[in-house]
């Protein structure tokens, strides 16, 4: 995120996810319209994916955020990811 002129990171564990965005609690504080970028590692994927996301909702220490830039590979990850998990439950 870029917050007062500079880069800073925070870590996070996300609490959902779906096509088009994720939950998560996080160690940071972000604001309702923020963009961000996040790097999510998923299940069945060698690397974090790393998309661009607006923050729709914040409770204290949760956050929802929409994806705002996802490839087709993304997206098609995200979305197996989701199947996958979804057989888990």
């Known amino acids: 995120m870029f917050q007062n002129g500079e880069f800073q ?3 996070g564990r996300s609490t959902e996810i779906g096509q088009d965005g994720i939950g998560a609690t996080l160690t940071g504080s972000l604001s309702t319209g923020e963009i ?6 998923l299940p069945l994927t060698p690397y974090p994916i790393k998309v661009r996301a607006i923050v729709r909702f914040c409770q204290g220490l949760r956050y ?14 995200v979305r197996r990811v989701c199947d996958y998990l979804a057989t888990k439950m």
Request: contains cysteine; hydrophobic residues 35%.
């Open 9 to 11: 990171s925070c870590w």
């Open 36 to 41: 961000v970028t996040l790097e999510i590692p």
């Open 64 to 77: 929802g955020f929409e994806f705002l830039t996802m490839n087709d590979s993304q997206r098609d990850t």
